[in-house]
């Protein structure tokens, strides 16, 4: 299979959609998976017309995690410098942001890859867990740090000690995903979320996905001097004044990225 085949591009209009499409494994998160994507990103993150980008599975898998026929006979040295472990932190760096539609499993790297994302949207068929404890290793790309500051200490130590999956529902209440939706209706709902990000003022929206993803990083001080720097670069925006003048003289803004 080509390697574009590995992750389908589409487009529509601002919203970017990226399909993981690896079948045949359950969209196992293949080096040559990992580089695809990782490259539509970077790619899609410095075009400007693209405003927001939607990550999404098949039907009835989002991804069982990283490709654990690949890491089979990798050793110890190999893992220390395997390429895979480059790809998270480019992703994380994208400043566009990005929304998960999860329908059926996102297990390890796929649950992993999900909560990398700004916000998920999953199908009630959905299924989250980090099951690498079964296969005698721990999460390697975010899910005991990321989940932790999500759902918590406690919840997270028995996903990750016990390899326990959740479904939609709990990982709704727990507070890993923004919406529930029928089986079959994620992309749709997913697409539906980006469209709405994509018609706000860009700048301010990479201004904002930056400032909340630095909450989970900064004490609280240092993260609200952060944030009323990044405010007051939005307020130096085009957008911002037009933004404003709109609403006092009721009409619809019409914002240039400026
Ligand atoms: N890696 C490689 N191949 C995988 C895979 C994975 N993570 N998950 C599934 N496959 C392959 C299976 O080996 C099988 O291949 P063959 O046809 O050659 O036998 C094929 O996909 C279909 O798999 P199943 O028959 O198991 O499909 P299923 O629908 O019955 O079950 C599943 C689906 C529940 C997702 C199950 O496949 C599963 O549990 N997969 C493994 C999940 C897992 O342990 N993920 C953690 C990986 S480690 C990790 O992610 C580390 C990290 O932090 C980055």
Excluded at 49 to 75: H, N, P, Q, T, W
Excluded at 99 to 118: P, Q
Aim: glycine share 10%.
């Amino acid at each position: 299979m080509p390697e574009e085949d590995l992750v389908l591009a589409e487009r529509d209009g601002p919203v970017a959609i990226a399909r993981l499409n690896r079948p045949d494994a359950r969209n196992a998160l293949s080096r040559d998976l990992m580089e695809r994507l990782t490259w539509l990103v970077e790619e899609w993150d410095a075009d400007p017309g693209i405003r927001c980008i939607v990550i999404a599975g098949g039907d009835e898998y989002f991804a069982a995690g990283a490709d654990i026929k690949g890491m089979l006979e990798r050793s110890f040295q190999e893992s220390m410098t395997h390429p895979t472990a480059s790809y998270w932190p480019r992703l994380w760096g994208c400043k566009t942001p990005m929304i998960a539609a999860v329908s059926g499993y996102a297990l390890g790297g796929g649950c992993e890859l999900a909560l990398l994302c700004d916000m998920i949207v999953a199908s009630e068929n959905a299924e989250f867990g980090q099951p690498e404890i079964t296969l005698g290793i721990i999460p390697g790309a975010g899910g005991t740090q990321r989940l932790t500051r999500v759902i918590g200490k406690q919840r997270a130590m028995e996903l990750v000690l016990t390899g326990r999956r959740m479904r939609a529902a709990e990982a709704h209440a727990a507070g890993i995903v923004n919406h529930v939706v029928k089986p079959g209706e994620s992309l749709e709902k997913a697409i539906e979320l980006a469209e709405v990000v994509a018609r706000r003022p860009p700048i301010a929206v990479r201004l904002g996905k930056q400032a909340v993803q630095a909450a989970d990083e900064t004490p609280l001080t240092a993260g609200l001097a952060h944030e009323r720097r990044l405010y007051e670069l939005a307020m130096a925006t085009e957008d911002r004044v037009e933004g404003m003048k709109a609403f006092i003289e009721k009409r619809r803004p019409q914002f240039r990225g400026r």
